[in-house]
C-alpha cells in the first residue's frame, strides 16, 4: 500500500487525475476469461500476475473444485501477451510444496537451532506486538529495521512508517540495480524503472555487457531480443563467459573482469575522434560536451586493450558498428549492476554513450516512459522520525535511494550500534542470508538483535534464526497492491487478485500487517476494510472499471514513448539541474567525484586462483525455486564453470565434484565441474542461489555451491553503497 499523508494524497491526486485525463483508458467491455474443462468438471480461469520471479507476467489460473489445475500466460496482459516461462508454469508447484510454511511459529531454542512451537495467529501477533512495544520504549522506534522485497511489502512499509522508523532497506537497490538508476539518474535526470525501457525489438544494434538475456528470462525482454534480432540487429556481447547472448553475438568481448570502464571510454573516444557521434543530438540535448571530447582523448582502443585484454581492432571495429546504427542502438543498462564498486560510474559511463548515440528517447534505443495515474488513501501524517536514517543514505552514502535503502548499511548499524542500536529486524520476501554477501556478518548481526520476524512462504536459511515466522499466503491465495508500470511503450495497470482461499493457516500479507496496526494502535494507516475497497482507492484516477480489472488482469493505456510523442503537459525531458542531459556531472565534482568516468584499476587473481563470477539459469529465480518441483526436476544443482587450461592447470576434469574456497578459507558445499572453452581462463562462474542449507527444503538442501557464501569481501560504491560482489576469489578442490 502505498504510504501517503493527507498532504502528499491531496497534492498527488490532483496530478494524477491530470495524467489520467492526458492517458485515457483503453476501450473494451469488462469480459471474463471463458470457462473450460478439467478432467470433465468446470473450470474457470482467474487472472493475476506472477511471483515466481519479480518481472511479474500476466497469468491466468485454471481453478476447478477449489484446487489450481494450471497455470497459463493472459493473453489479455499487454506486456507478456499470454506468453510464460518455465518458472511461471511451475506456480502450481509452489502453491502446493509440501514443505511451504503453514501455520505461525515461535522460537524455543537457541537462534540458529531451528527449534520452534506452533502458535495460533492471535499468540503470535501478541507476541510481536509486546517485543516491538518493548522495543520503541527501551531503544525508540528507529532500532526497528525492515528489509522487504516485492510488492507486497507495501503494507509492512505502510506500518513500519507509521510505527515509526525510517529505516527500510532491500536488495534491489544495493545488490543489484542501484547504480544503474543512479548513474542514469545523474546524466538524464531520471532512472530506469522495471522493466528497462529499451527498444529491442526496433534496435539496429544491441550492446549487452554482462547482461545475461536468454538466461534472465523475462518473457517480454526475450521476446523483443529476438525479434530484433530476426529483423537484422546487430549483437554485441561484452562478457567474460560465452553465455547463451554471447552465442548469438556478431562480436562477443571476452573482457577482462572490471575493466569494462575502460572500454566503454575507448567507445566513446572512437566516436568522438571520428565524429561518428549524433551531432546535431548532442548539441541540441546535451551540456558538458567538450569537457567530455577532452577527457576521452587519451583514452584510445590501443590503450584500453592492454587493460580489457582485447584486441584494439576490434574495439575500434565495435564502436564504428554503433556509430553506423545510431540512433536504433541499444545499450543496455543491465539488471544486476553491483560488480566492483565504481558500478556508479560504469553506468554513468554506459548512458553517456547512450546520449552520444542519440539513442535516449529515439526508436530502437532507449524509449521514454509515461506516467499513469496512481490513486492512494488518505492517512494520518506519519510520525517523524527523533533519529535520521542508521543506514547511510542521504549522509554517508549521498545518492543512496531513502526510498529504498541500504541494506549493508542497516547491517553496519546493527553490528556497531553506529549511528544507533538497531535491535529489530523484519525480513519480508527476502532471504537475507543469500541476497546480501558477507553472510557471516549478517548472521553476527542477527545475534545481537532483540527481535527478528520473517514474514515467508518457505522456510528458507533465514527461519532458523527467527522469534517469530509468520506464513504468508502465496501470491495465488493473496492480494497485492495494484502494479503500475510506466516504464514501457504501452503503459498498463495490473492486479494480484487470490484464485483460491489460503491453504493451511497461512494469511496474506495485508492482511497480516493490518492484525498487527490494530494491536500496536495504528488502525489508522489502514482505513479500508476489504482489499476491494484499497484497489478502488488506488485506481479510482484511471478512469477504469475495477471489475473489468479484476476480470481481464491488466488494463494499458496510450504510451508517448520517443521524443517525438511528447507534449507540452508531459515532465520534462531531462529533469537534471540544467534541463539537459549532463555528459559532465557538476553534481558529481561538488561530491568531490569525478564528474566524468575515469577507470580505476582491478586485482586480478592470485596464483591458483580464478575470480568468482556469477548469473542467472532460465528456470531458477536466485533461491527462490530450487525446492519446487518441477524446476528441480529440471535443473537440481548448479555447476561450476571453469576453463579448459585452468583444468589442466589444477589437475582437475570435467564432472569432477569440487569444492570452492575463497582466499579467506571459506569453502563452498560440493559442486559438479563443467570443462569449457566458453569462460576465460582467469574465472569460474555459478548460477547464484543454490547450495541452501535449510533442512527445511526437502529438494533444495545441500544441492549445488552457493555464490554468496564465497562472497567474504565486498568493494562499497561510495556514492550509492551498494556492494561490489564479483571481488572474490576462490580456487576449486577436489571434494
Given at each position: 500500500?502505498?504510504?501517503?499523508?493527507?498532504?502528499?494524497?491531496?497534492?498527488?491526486?490532483?496530478?494524477?487525475?491530470?495524467?489520467?485525463?492526458?492517458?485515457?483508458?483503453?476501450?473494451?467491455?469488462?469480459?471474463?476469461?471463458?470457462?473450460?474443462?478439467?478432467?470433465?468438471?468446470?473450470?474457470?480461469?482467474?487472472?493475476?500476475?506472477?511471483?515466481?520471479?519479480f518481472w511479474r507476467c500476466g497469468v491466468l489460473a485454471s481453478v476447478s473444485e477449489g484446487k489450481v489445475v494450471r497455470i497459463e500466460g493472459n493473453p489479455?496482459?499487454?506486456?507478456?501477451?499470454?506468453?510464460?516461462?518455465?518458472?511461471?508454469?511451475?506456480?502450481?508447484?509452489?502453491?502446493?510444496?509440501?514443505?511451504?510454511?503453514?501455520?505461525?511459529?515461535?522460537?524455543?531454542?537457541?537462534r540458529g537451532e531451528g527449534q520452534f512451537k506452533r502458535a495460533s495467529w492471535d499468540e503470535a501477533l501478541d507476541f510481536l506486538a509486546m517485543k516491538l512495544e518493548a522495543i520503541k520504549k527501551k531503544h525508540g522506534p528507529e532500532a526497528v529495521a525492515f528489509f522487504p522485497h516485492g510488492i507486497g511489502s507495501r503494507f509492512f512499509g505502510t506500518l513500519l512508517k507509521a510505527y515509526g522508523t525510517p529505516n527500510s532497506a532491500e536488495p534491489s537497490f544495493a545488490q543489484c540495480r542501484g547504480p544503474r538508476d543512479v548513474g542514469y539518474s545523474l546524466t538524464f535526470g531520471q532512472g530506469l524503472g522495471s522493466p528497462e525501457p529499451v527498444d529491442l525489438e526496433e534496435a539496429k544494434l544491441i550492446v549487452l555487457i554482462g547482461s545475461h538475456l536468454g538466461e534472465n528470462v523475462f518473457t517480454s525482454q526475450i521476446t523483443a531480443f529476438a525479434t530484433g534480432l530476426s529483423r537484422g540487429a546487430k549483437l554485441i556481447a561484452v562478457d567474460p563467459r560465452f553465455s547463451t547472448a554471447a552465442a548469438k553475438a556478431d562480436w562477443w568481448l571476452p573482457i577482462r573482469p572490471g575493466t569494462d570502464i575502460a572500454l566503454l571510454l575507448a567507445w566513446m573516444n572512437v566516436l568522438i575522434a571520428e565524429r561518428l557521434y549524433d551531432r546535431p543530438y548532442v548539441a541540441k540535448h546535451a551540456q558538458g560536451f567538450d569537457q567530455l571530447a577532452a577527457h576521452v582523448r587519451e583514452f584510445t582502443p590501443e590503450w584500453a586493450a592492454t587493460i580489457t585484454e582485447l584486441p584494439a581492432d576490434r574495439i575500434r571495429e565495435t564502436a564504428r558498428a554503433m556509430g553506423e546504427a545510431k540512433p536504433a542502438v541499444v545499450v543496455h543498462p543491465g539488471r544486476h549492476v553491483t560488480w566492483y564498486g565504481d558500478d556508479t560510474q560504469r553506468a554513468r559511463a554506459m548512458a553517456i554513450l547512450t546520449a552520444l548515440l542519440g539513442s535516449w528517447g529515439r526508436k530502437g534505443g532507449m524509449f521514454l516512459p509515461t506516467r499513469i495515474a496512481q490513486g492512494g488513501i488518505e492517512l494520518p501524517d506519519f510520525p517523524e522520525a527523533a533519529r535520521g536514517r542508521a543506514d547511510g543514505a542521504g549522509t554517508r552514502f549521498p545518492l543512496a535511494s531513502e526510498d529504498l535503502g541500504v541494506t549493508n548499511g542497516l547491517i553496519d548499524a546493527t553490528l556497531s550500534g553506529n549511528p544507533y542500536p538497531i535491535k529489530g529486524w523484519i525480513v519480508y520476501g527476502q532471504n537475507v542470508i543469500e541476497s546480501i554477501p558477507q553472510p557471516q556478518r549478517t548472521l553476527e548481526a542477527i545475534a545481537k538483535l532483540d527481535l527478528m520476524v520473517v514474514v515467508d512462504v518457505l522456510p528458507v536459511d533465514q527461519i532458523d534464526y527467527a522469534d517469530v515466522v509468520l506464513p504468508e499466503a502465496t501470491y495465488l491465495e493473496r492480494y497485492d497492491p495494484p502494479l503500475f508500470v510506466g516504464s514501457v511503450k504501452r503503459p498498463f495497470v495490473s492486479i494480484r487478485q487470490p484464485v483460491i482461499e489460503p491453504l493451511y493457516e497461512s494469511k496474506p500479507g495485508w492482511w497480516i500487517a493490518k492484525q498487527l496496526a490494530k494491536r500496536l494502535g495504528l488502525e489508522g494507516f489502514f482505513p479500508w476494510d476489504t482489499p476491494e475497497q484499497h484497489l478502488a482507492a488506488m485506481v479510482e484516477p484511471l478512469g477504469i472499471n475495477a471489475l473489468e480489472l479484476h476480470n481481464r488482469g491488466a488494463i494499458a493505456f496510450p504510451g508517448r514513448p520517443y521524443l517525438e510523442d511528447r507534449t507540452p503537459e508531459d515532465e520534462p525531458l531531462f529533469n537534471t539541474s540544467s534541463g539537459k542531459i549532463e555528459l559532465f556531472s557538476k553534481e558529481l565534482k561538488d561530491l568531490g567525484s569525478d564528474p566524468l568516468p575515469r577507470y580505476t584499476n582491478v586485482t586480478d587473481p592470485p596464483k591458483g586462483s580464478l575470480r568468482l563470477i556469477y548469473g542467472r539459469a532460465p528456470v531458477h529465480s536466485f533461491a527462490r525455486t530450487e525446492n519446487n518441483a518441477a524446476l528441480h526436476a529440471l535443473m537440481p544443482e548448479n555447476e561450476a564453470w571453469i576453463h579448459t587450461r585452468a583444468a589442466a592447470d589444477l589437475q582437475l576434469h570435467d564432472g569432477d565434484r569440487v569444492v570452492l574456497e575463497n582466499d579467506e578459507k571459506v569453502r563452498s558445499l560440493p559442486v559438479r565441474l563443467k570443462v569449457t572453452e566458453g569462460i576465460r581462463k582467469d574465472c569460474v562462474y555459478l548460477v547464484h542461489g543454490f547450495g541452501q542449507r535449510s533442512k527445511g527444503l526437502r529438494r533444495a538442501s545441500g544441492k549445488g555451491a552457493s555464490d554468496t557464501s564465497l562472497m567474504s569481501k565486498v568493494k562499497v560504491d561510495p556514492l550509492m553503497g551498494g556492494t561490489g560482489m564479483r571481488v572474490n576469489f576462490v580456487r576449486p578442490v577436489k571434494a
Open positions: 500500500m502505498t504510504g501517503f499523508s493527507r498532504r502528499r494524497f491531496l497534492g498527488t491526486a490532483a496530478a494524477a487525475g491530470a495524467s489520467a485525463a492526458a492517458a485515457g483508458a483503453a476501450p473494451g467491455a469488462a469480459t471474463a476469461h471463458p470457462p473450460g474443462r478439467h478432467a470433465g468438471e468446470r473450470v474457470e480461469k482467474i487472472a493475476t500476475y506472477c511471483e515466481m520471479c489479455d496482459h499487454p506486456l507478456t501477451q499470454g506468453r510464460l516461462c518455465a518458472r511461471g508454469n511451475a506456480g502450481t508447484h509452489l502453491l502446493y510444496d509440501p514443505d511451504r510454511l503453514k501455520y505461525p511459529l515461535l522460537r524455543t531454542g537457541k
